[in-house]
Every structure is written in structure tokens, then in C-alpha cells.
């Protein structure tokens, strides 16, 4: 008992100095202008061509109070603050029962904010997440409420308020998830769109029907326990089938939203910005952005994966020569899913990882030329571990193979066996060095591409080859200016030599064999199928595990590195397989269409010598396939090079 009644002395005192703080700061206020609230959290997109193609708050969905039915009105007020048009801002009531229940229930759900103070920080407080964002949100509200009606309030509130899928204000929501405007919707519609801004991942009824429902009826007892609705209504509206649409009528791309979202992810790490957007009256965000290339990717996404498929996608395209991201998909469909898995996933790489390998292998002496024998091997380490990696379909060549061809079929004997050989640091060591900041195991089977790296990281480190060694930094902002045009921030390029120009030329041209008819003997090249398709020529890799379908690919101009796979890590079907290299194939073609088909210039010291390109030799008069292959001079293979295999002592055929 005496524990209650200290609490509630507690209370009643800082209710009172609460209080006391709002009545200094009314009249403080007197004396100050008007808070402006049009501007504020208005954030603007600009693409690549400083063309506005985002515009958050006081959008053209703004709606008036008037626009929008009285069921979102009422169901609004009685779920989320019944006070409203009694209180002064804050609902010292409401906060003393939350306190109360929080204490003795030990823990914090119960939550007292009102309207104007989730207005007031849908405005202002986006990033910050301290302490002295508390005191900012107190003092806003209290401004708010002191400059504008209570009428306005709300209508602000109800055009900036988050409804999910990255639908933002109540036109825009009821557009989206039923198809017409906000003056329209009935009670259950209404009551359905009400019950959403609490939790919108959980509460969407496109994420968790059935946990909607709940949600819509508690947004009904609310209006039943307030006498807005009779028990008989509530019970009609519960039960009204619901014809959700899930999409927005003006047809915009809405994949997009997944570029937003990673935009403003990447503001928050900029120091230069004001955590308070009051500071800024707005923002103007220029991006790296391409609607062309976005919607190029998106309709690819669309045609390559079925509808029905719960397979994901994530994808980006960028400019290998500076790291600016111009079109991002962090998922197939932004509606069902706002979970960005470019900027939040890491899956396992596969076959992806070769390339830093064969890079490295380069640097330490190899040519396109050195041979190491495909057949089933079996290493054998320390304390009698053994380790028998296997080729796709267990198909070996059982004969000396180059590595030119080990890329073609994205031989795993063949990069095991180069691994070790060079020592398991190799490998890393070039991975770092591009942009791989992910943790990378020492272990045998590091080059098939057992660790987790994210889509950005690969995009990041193909670039380096594809720019013919920099360094480059994933980015999609290029500046930010606040409201008057003044400059907050502004990328400054970031790039730094750390490969060799040659080798990642004879890299690229490696990487052609993927899809080169010359390279078919006793396997195929990966993507093969597609090359009469190919009306340009490019450096692809694809890469495969049980769970994760992965193809990254580029010219001098343009990367795009698409996965697909399962959320739940389920396995994916033979069919599925064709959806990553579909959508990376008709990308890139659309994106290239009517520009002419540019590769990279052959440098002064390379050599060009006709080989079998499975063998790796120099080509005699009885081989059937040819190709001339590059060199750097002095390293031309000869007919008496030596197999790699003799060198290492810890692999055995088996």
C-alpha cells in the first residue's frame, strides 16, 4: 500500500511539472512565430537527372478534413485518443493509467501518446532516438496544438500518418488497399485502415489477414464502448467480406518504395543531417535513381517469377565505374513485403565467390591457360578430416582442364583445388580489398560460396573488375539541400586502385566463356542457353546453392546483380533456377537496347595466342575448337606447361 501511494504522489508530481512546463512555454509562445508544419517532414526525391520523381508530405493525396469519411475520422479519434478534442496536447489521465499498468505489469506496451504528439513526431523526429528526441516531441506538441485547430491537426495527421507498404496518408492507403478515395470508405473499410499505423508489418491485412481482423475488431469495440456504433453495426462491418485491391490505381512502379526506403536508410548514416527535420523545413534528396532501368527491372521481375511463386528477389544495377546505385529491388512485391533484402539480407553466394579466386590466382602467377585435372577429388587435412567437393551433376572431365573453362562450367574441383593451392588467404585478401566486409571463413569450401554476403557487397566487388580495378562505394545519394537550397551534404567520389588493370582485363574475358559455344566438350557452359539472346557482350557469373540462385554480370557501363530464392531458406525447385538468370538477361538487354555493343580496350602489353580453349595448350591443326585468348606477354602457355595437380599433396582422386 505504501508503495501505491508513493507512486502516485510520484505521478501527480510530474503531472504537475508537466504541466507547469507547458503553461511557461504558452507563454513563451506568444512572443514567437508560428511553427510552420506544411514543409516539415517534406521529403523530396530527385533522380539522376534531377527530375522530382518522390514527394512525401503535402503531396497531391493531401485531402482535407472534409474529404475523408467520418468512419476514418471516428474510428481514428476513439482507437488512438478519445480525448482528442479535449485535451491540450497531452492526456495526463491516460498517462497515469499507462504508467500504473506498466509498473505493476513490469513491462512498457502500454503506450499515452495522442494525436498531435504522433503528428508531432511523424513530422519532425525521424531519426533521432534519445532522450532529447523525447523532450523535442513534448515541445512540438505543445506548439502544434497552440498554433493550429484541432481540426487541422488532425487532417495532418491523417494525410502524413504511415498506413504501410509505403503508403503514407489516408488517400494514399485507401487507394491502395481498396481502391477508391478516403471519402468513400464504409465502416468496415475504414475500421480495417484504422487498425493498420499501430504495426503496419504486422497489421496489414496483405501480410496477416487474420491478425487484421483482430486488430479491425478492437478499432469496432472502441467505437461500440464510445457509443459512435451499435453492436448490430459493429457485428455487420466485422463480418463485411473485404475487396482489398493491394495496389495504387495510378499505376506508379512499386518497387520503387524499396528504393525509398534504402534512401533514407542512408541518410541516417550521414552526419552532416539534422536529426530534427525542423532544422531542415524539408529536405531536397538527389539520388543516383533511373526510372528507366528501375522499371526495366521490375517488369522483368514481374514476367520472370510467377505470380503465385512465394520465391523473393533482390536486385541491383549500378554504375561499376563510381558504385551509384540506379535502380534497387528489395523484393517482389512491396505491397505483400517491405522487408528489403538488398539492404537488410545476406545469403549464401555460390559460385559468385569464383572470380575473387581466379583474380587472386592471377596475381599469383596464373594464366587463363594453367590446368589443374576435373575429376572426383577427395582432400585430406589435419587429424584425418577429409573434405569431397562435388561438380553440379557430378560431371567431370577426368583430363586436364584451363581455367578459362573451370569458369565455364563453374568447375568446384577445379576452384578447390586453386584454393588451396595458393593458400586460403588468397582468396580473402581480394575479397577485402574490393568491398567484401562480410566475415569470411578459412575453410576449404569458401570458393563455392558457403558464407553470407549481401547483394551490395557483390554488386560493390564485380565493380572493381568491371572498372578494371577500383575500389568503389555503393551509394544512392549525390546530395542534400534543406528547404531554401542550402547544401547539407554532397557525395564526394570515393575510389581507390587495389587491382591490376590487366589482370581484371583477362578476368572480363574470361568471364565471357560462361556463355561461349566454343567452351562445350564434356559439360556446357552455365548460361550457354541464353547467349543467342545476347545482343552485347558480357562478363556473367551465375551462382547456385540448395537455397539461393544468384547471376551478376556487366559491361564497362552497367552491373546488375540479381538473387532469387526463399525467405524460409526452403529449397528451390529446378525451374526456379532460370527466374535469376531471366530477369539479369532481359535487364540488361533493355537497358542496353539501341546503344552500341562496348567491351573493354586490349591493353599495350597483352599478347593474343590461338589455344584450345578446354585444354588450355596452344592450338595444333587436330584440335577441333580454337580461340585466341589474352596474355600478358612473357606469360604465353606453352605445349610443355605443367599440370597443377603434381604440386598439391593433400588431394587424391578418388
Known amino acids: 500500500m505504501k508503495f501505491f501511494k508513493t507512486l502516485s504522489k510520484l505521478i501527480v508530481i510530474i503531472i504537475v511539472f508537466f504541466a507547469l512546463i507547458k503553461l511557461s512555454t504558452i507563454l513563451y509562445l506568444k512572443s514567437t512565430d508560428r511553427l510552420e508544419i506544411g514543409t516539415a517532414n517534406n521529403i523530396l526525391l530527385y533522380d539522376k537527372d534531377n527530375n522530382l520523381y518522390f514527394e512525401g508530405n503535402k503531396s497531391k493525396e493531401w485531402t482535407p478534413l472534409n474529404k475523408i469519411s467520418k468512419h476514418i475520422i471516428n474510428s481514428t479519434i476513439y482507437t488512438e485518443d478519445k480525448h482528442f478534442y479535449e485535451h491540450a496536447g497531452f492526456d495526463y489521465l491516460r498517462i497515469l493509467k499507462a504508467s500504473i499498468i506498466n509498473i505493476t505489469s513490469g513491462d512498457t506496451s502500454q503506450g ?3 494525436i498531435t504528439q504522433q503528428y508531432a513526431k511523424n513530422l519532425f523526429l525521424d531519426f533521432d532516438k534519445t532522450w532529447k528526441r523525447k523532450w523535442d516531441e513534448m515541445w512540438y506538441t505543445i506548439r502544434i496544438e497552440e498554433d493550429y485547430t484541432k481540426d487541422e491537426i488532425l487532417e495532418g495527421y491523417l494525410n502524413t500518418i504511415n498506413y504501410g507498404h509505403g503508403m503514407y496518408g489516408v488517400e494514399n492507403a485507401s487507394q491502395f488497399y481498396f481502391g477508391k478515395s478516403a471519402k468513400k470508405l464504409n465502416l468496415a473499410e475504414a475500421s480495417m485502415i484504422t487498425g493498420i499505423p499501430k504495426s503496419p508489418s504486422n497489421y496489414s491485412p496483405l501480410v496477416d489477414f487474420d491478425t487484421a481482423k483482430k486488430r479491425q475488431l478492437l478499432v469496432l469495440e472502441s467505437l461500440v464502448d464510445n457509443g459512435i456504433i451499435t453492436e448490430g453495426q459493429k457485428n455487420e462491418a466485422y463480418n463485411e467480406k473485404l475487396n482489398i485491391v493491394g495496389k495504387k490505381v495510378d499505376g506508379n512502379l512499386s518497387t520503387a518504395m524499396y528504393y525509398h526506403d534504402a534512401v533514407l536508410k542512408e541518410l541516417e548514416t550521414i552526419d552532416s543531417i539534422p536529426k530534427s527535420l525542423n532544422d531542415t523545413k524539408g529536405l531536397k534528396i538527389y539520388t543516383t535513381f533511373s526510372e528507366s532501368a528501375q522499371a526495366s527491372l521490375e517488369k522483368n521481375i514481374n ?54 579466386l581466379y583474380y587472386a590466382a592471377l596475381e599469383n602467377g596464373f594464366t587463363s591457360s594453367t590446368t589443374f585435372t576435373s575429376e572426383k577429388t577427395t582432400f585430406s587435412f589435419e587429424n584425418n578430416v577429409k573434405y569431397t567437393p562435388k561438380n553440379n551433376n557430378e560431371t567431370y572431365g577426368n583430363k586436364p582442364i584451363s581455367m578459362a573453362t573451370a569458369i565455364a562450367y563453374s568447375e568446384n574441383i577445379y576452384a578447390v583445388k586453386t584454393h588451396l593451392f595458393l593458400g586460403e588467404d588468397a582468396l580473402i585478401n581480394v575479397a577485402k580489398r574490393v568491398g567484401i566486409n562480410s566475415k569470411l571463413e578459412k575453410i576449404p569450401s569458401l570458393p563455392l560460396g558457403t558464407n553470407e554476403i549481401s547483394i551490395t557487397e557483390m554488386a560493390a566487388g564485380y565493380s572493381a573488375f568491371a572498372n578494371l580495378g577500383y575500389k568503389v562505394v555503393p551509394h544512392l545519394i549525390t546530395k542534400v539541400e534543406d528547404k531554401d537550397g542550402n547544401v547539407l551534404y554532397e557525395y564526394k567520389e570515393q575510389k581507390k586502385a587495389v587491382l591490376n588493370s590487366d589482370l581484371c582485363f583477362i578476368l572480363n574475358n574470361m568471364l565471357t566463356a560462361t556463355y561461349d559455344k566454343d567452351y562445350v566438350d564434356y559439360n556446357y557452359p552455365t548460361a550457354v542457353g541464353i547467349a543467342p539472346k545476347m545482343t552485347h557482350t558480357y562478363a556473367l557469373k551465375s551462382g547456385t546453392t540448395s537455397t539461393d540462385n544468384w547471376n551478376i554480370g556487366y559491361t564497362p557501363d552497367v552491373l546488375t546483380a540479381v538473387w532469387v530464392g526463399y525467405d524460409d531458406n526452403k529449397e528451390l525447385k529446378t525451374n526456379e533456377y532460370k527466374y535469376s538468370q531471366n530477369i539479369w538477361l532481359n535487364t540488361m538487354e533493355d537497358y542496353l537496347k539501341d546503344k552500341d555493343d562496348k567491351w573493354y580496350k586490349v591493353p599495350d602489353n597483352m599478347s593474343t595466342v590461338l589455344v584450345n580453349p578446354i585444354t588450355g595448350r596452344p592450338a595444333v591443326d587436330t584440335d577441333n575448337k580454337k580461340k585466341l585468348m589474352y596474355f600478358i606477354k612473357g606469360t604465353e602457355p606453352k605445349d610443355t606447361d605443367q599440370v597443377f595437380d603434381e604440386k598439391i599433396g593433400n588431394a587424391v582422386a578418388s
Open 112 to 114: 499515452a501518446s495522442t
Open 303 to 356: 514476367k520472370s517469377i510467377p505470380e503465385d511463386s512465394k520465391a523473393q528477389v533482390s536486385s541491383v544495377m549500378m554504375n561499376p565505374k563510381n558504385g551509384a546505385i540506379i535502380a534497387l529491388v528489395g523484393g517482389k512485391n512491396y505491397s505483400e513485403s517491405s522487408y528489403n533484402r538488398v539492404t537488410d539480407s545476406k545469403r549464401q553466394v555460390g559460385s559468385t565467390m569464383k572470380p575473387y
